[in-house]
């Protein structure tokens, strides 16, 4: 910080309540008042350097004791206290942090070269544009003192020459950086690294918004700097000076802010976002994501808040779970997170994506996009989830969103709702199907649906529809093996007669009447016999399968012979669970002896309860799979 010390006698001035006087033997005759201050001085000191007390005190009829009120001098009584110590040659230091003042009540004074020569603005001048304008803080600090005379600091030129000389510095190559600058960054080292690309962020930082808007807009018109630097700067002005919204605080301990703090805390966000590069990548989804937490929480503009969507939606495959994991400021809501900003930004993002890809193809750009966000979202469902007070309606307005070819398999969506139902046990029935609706069971791994066959927590009818998958899909499975296997025997049966037809070709033409009645009497494989065999086969399977279904109607007969055909009996759902497996164990072997065929029993009412269907198929040894409103899927 570089220094100007002009004067040299000693400090003769002295305060007694509302009153500043000069210690000396001559009496004073002029009086200068400004706000409460009372100022006695002497004329032969003031008016050889100020042209406006000269014209005042000519105005004056009084000569011998002039009173005068300067209550709008910029800077106060302070700024005149220097000008006042200038002209009676005391000793006064002069820096970037009294700088403004004292060269706008000078200027308001007219202590100019018209009056007298190397007068007191001569010598501001002069410190201004050797000492404050060449050093890097120097001219931060000046430009932020202008804050408080803005008007004059703008006529004057302090604000535009400031400005120049700090964007002037912050074009500077890297390398060519010789002057201090503040760097807190994690890690770095100034006196082992070079300096870093951003070392002019922080202390920008400190301005006020509109000055340091000033400067950004003064950089981005150069064009040579890249959009990244540009975005950083706003990162780092943000963390300044916006909230921390990161932090998960119950609503009640939460401080409430004066309206003068929250309205200016508005301000600089609107700022920053209107400031944000167009370019894609200039800043981070994270920090968009923030200010959108933070810009709601504030309650900043409709405008503000879209543009904020807008630009995370871009940027939403750069996301990280963390990103999307900001509280709630609302007092109406009690769970931690807001899912509400998550589900708009979803939105947007869906909404964009559709426009650009109406049928996406398999590895195409699109598809792995769309693939991306389907596992960031059901990652970030997973933390959510543990929220003790989040309701159903919140967890499917964003799982909901995504299309069907956002998932390729549901594994994660599954793992979302296993722990939102530990966490919440007292869920109610229907809670538990509304919440398993967007589940697809096809799109589950082995691994998977074997876990959500044991898992008590689902409701029934999603473990009904795994069962029934799991074992459609094993007896798919089977078909296709027994079909290689036909194959094979086709062939098998097929080559005796090239071996047949190879051997006629090598006869003689004499020999080849007695090779045909000698293959005809060579008890060769018999297409017909093979037909006959599986005939057979076919007939005693069937014989089996008619048996089966038998036992399966009497069984329905009995029950509803005992339950007297009433719709609206239903059976109890503990005793029927109990009937149907007893133990792990047994349940477990109940299952692994359900058969690889499967039928649809169109004969079953309507009107009949799973649980009813239940007792019939475990006593018949039957696995209920999935059901309908109208059919009852099952295997044998």
């Known amino acids: 910080m570089k220094f100007m010390k002009l004067g040299t006698r000693p400090d003769t001035f002295f305060t007694e309540e509302a009153t500043r006087s000069v210690i000396s033997d001559i009496r004073s005759d002029l009086v200068i008042r400004i706000n409460n201050i009372n100022f006695l001085l002497h004329q032969f000191s003031l008016l050889p350097k100020c042209g406006l007390l000269q014209r005042l005190c000519s105005d004056s009829e009084d000569s011998n004791a002039v009173t005068i009120e300067l209550h709008d001098i910029p800077g106060g009584e302070d700024a005149f206290e220097l ?20 060269f706008c009540a000078a200027k308001f004074l007219r202590m100019t070269e018209a009056v007298e020569k190397g007068n007191f603005v001569l010598k501001l001048e002069s410190f201004f544009n050797s000492c404050i304008l060449e050093g890097w803080k120097d001219s931060i600090v000046t430009l932020q003192t202008t804050v408080k005379l803005t008007e004059w ?4 030129g302090i604000v535009r020459r400031c400005v120049d000389s700090i964007v002037e510095k912050i074009l500077t190559p890297p390398a060519k950086v010789t002057w201090s600058y503040t760097y807190t960054r994690k890690g770095f080292n100034k006196q082992q690294q070079s300096v870093p690309k951003d070392w002019w962020t922080e202390d920008i930082s400190d301005l006020d918004i509109d000055l340091f808007r000033c400067i950004i807009i003064a950089i981005k018109s150069t064009y040579m700097l890249p959009p990244q630097l540009i975005g950083e700067a706003l990162h780092v002005y943000a963390c300044r000076w916006l909230p921390d919204a990161t932090k998960i605080t119950p609503p009640e301990s939460s401080v409430s802010q004066t309206d003068d703090v929250a309205e200016n805390h508005r301000k600089i966000i609107e700022i920053i976002v209107t400031m944000i590069p167009a370019d894609k990548g200039s800043v ?19 405008i503000t808040k879209t543009e904020l969507i807008r630009r995370s939606s871009l940027q939403l495959e750069e996301a990280t779970v963390s990103d ?12 931690y997170y807001d899912i509400d900003l998550v589900a708009a930004v979803l939105d947007s993002f869906l909404l964009l994506w559709r426009r650009t890809s109406p049928a996406p193809i398999e590895n195409s750009q699109s598809m792995r996009s769309i693939r991306k966000i389907g596992k960031l979202i059901d990652t970030y469902l997973q933390v959510v989830a543990r929220d ?44 538990k199907k509304r919440l398993c609706r967007p589940l697809d069971c096809q799109k589950l791994s082995p691994e998977v649906r074997t876990h959500a066959v044991k898992n008590e927590r689902l409701p029934l ?41 190879l051997s006629k070709l090598q006869l003689e033409q004499h020999e080849q009447t007695a090779a045909l009645e000698a293959i005809g009497k060579t008890p060769a494989p018999s297409e017909s016999s093979s037909r006959n065999h599986q005939k057979m086969k076919r007939t005693d399977k069937k014989i ?20 007297g055909g009433s719709s609206g009996s239903k059976i109890n759902a503990k005793k029927m669970m109990k009937n149907r497996s007893g133990s792990d164990h047994s349940r477990d ?48």
């Open 589 to 636: 072997k109940s299952r692994d002896s359900i058969l690889k065929f499967g039928m649809v029993l169109n004969f079953l009412p309507e009107r009949w309860e799973m649980e009813k269907v239940f007792q019939i198929l475990s006593r018949s040894r039957v696995e209920l799979v999935v059901t309908c409103p109208i059919r009852l899927y099952v295997l044998f």
């Open 388 to 431: 003790i007070n989040l309701p159903v309606s919140k967890v499917l307005s964003v799982a909901e969103a995504l299309p069907d070819i956002a998932r390729k398999d549901h594994d994660d969506l599954y793992k979302g709702i296993n722990i939102y139902l530990k966490e919440h046990p007292e869920l109610s029935k229907t809670d």
């Open 153 to 156: 600091s703008e006529n004057l």
């Open 461 to 501: 009818r999603t473990v009904v529809q795994v069962l029934f998958f799991e074992q459609d899909k094993g007896s798919r499975a089977n078909d296709q093996r027994m079909s290689a296997q036909e194959e094979l025997l086709s062939r098998g049966k097929q080559i005796p007669l090239v071996r047949d037809k």
């Open 544 to 563: 089996a399968l008619e048996s089966e279904k038998k036992v399966a109607r009497e069984e329905i007969e009995e029950v509803e012979t005992k339950d």
């Open 284 to 302: 981070s989804v994270g920090f968009l994501l923030r200010l959108l937490s933070i810009a709601s929480h504030l309650g900043a503009s409709t």
């Open 324 to 335: 999307l994991l900001f509280p709630t400021h609302s007092s109406s809501n009690q769970h």
């Open 83 to 102: 000008c006042a110590k200038y002209c009676y040659g005391i000793t006064i230091n002069l820096s970037a942090h009294n700088f403004v003042s004292a």
